[in-house]
């Protein structure tokens, strides 16, 4: 299965990013094989609807689960949508976030963890 | 002619320059365009006549003619479409109804529908007629109902334009095809920072324009030195006076008040008009 981690460089041994639609990479991993692939954020510098571009990055990656720190009200609804499960509130690495995940330390969230746009920077905003 | 009366910083007195204005001379149109908070009509008291409901459109993506193909979404550049493995989401606030994911669907799934964003109010007040919009609460997008107010515009009459305040798309929306543009400043540091934000952007569009000095007496002389430097006309100053301010409080124009006011406006409308013919 693949899992999604938003991470802040493209490897497995990242810390993960814990913004959602604007975290800087995704990192795929197959949670039999714990291959990988990193796959940078273009949302991350959009200037809006940054959550519904990355989760469609994810959801065409046909990732089955997002493990991250929070996710907005649009990016919850556009990955339920698409029937991907979320974990948020996930810190370390990648690479011990999925395999936490695999041991089944982790609940699914069940709404969105933060406001519209709470992954902005202020210079950006 | 068509003048806007517009300022970068919010509450220097755009609207009471408007309002002032608009009954001071004859034959007057007045366009709220200030519709996420519009209050012209507070000064004016006018009959309210009819409204009118303002949409937007936005995609509606029929399911059972959608594969699921992403290619809406894909074009979208404001990520307004998710696509799902066995749907197809619209998120109609990022919406910009440009109607570009109707034209890439190879399906043919996406047609248009009405989405309400707020409505139009049309007032008299004696002889002068007002239009103001008004955006409905939670809605992210103004520029569509100044979009609609403007559409309203009578070029036969004198058209006095209220902006809102700021320099970004709504007052872009606003202005846009203005002969004059009035701008309201108050002799402030936070005055002249957006003065000159103002003035960038009247500049790249080629609207011509001067400044009213309001509240003068306050703060200090940059304002001034700023329009000197810029060879930028001031054509009148409202002084910072405890009767203007009651009357504003009370929601009475000051020049129906001090009528020496309504001499003044005269002067500054005629002012414009003379500048607008150079």
Redesign the interface.
Known sequence: MKICVTASTGTIDAQIDPRFGRCAYFVVVDSETMQFEAVPNL?SG?S???G??A??AV??KGAKVVLTGDVGP?AF??LS???IEIVTGVSGSVKEAVEKFKRGDFKKTGAPTVGDHAGVSKTQR | MIVTVASGKGGTGKTSVAVNLALSIENVQLLDCDVEEPNAHLFLHPELLKTEPVYTFIPFVNQELCDHC?VC?KFCQ???L????N?V?V?PE?CHSCGGCMIVCPKKAITETKNRIGKLNFCAAEDLTLVYGELEIGKPMSVPIIKAVKKQMDKSKNVIIDSPPGTSCPFIETVRGSDFCVLVTEPTPFGLHDLKITVQVLRKMIVPFGVVVNRAGVGDNKVYEYCQQENIPILLEIPYQRKIAELYSRGIPFSQEMPEWTEKFQTLYSDIGKLVKK
């Open positions: 949302a959009a809006g609807g940054a519904i571009q989760a469609q959801a065409n649009n609804h556009a949508a698409a029937g | 992403g979404s404001y990520h307004a998710f696509t799902s493995p749907n989401l998120f990022l």
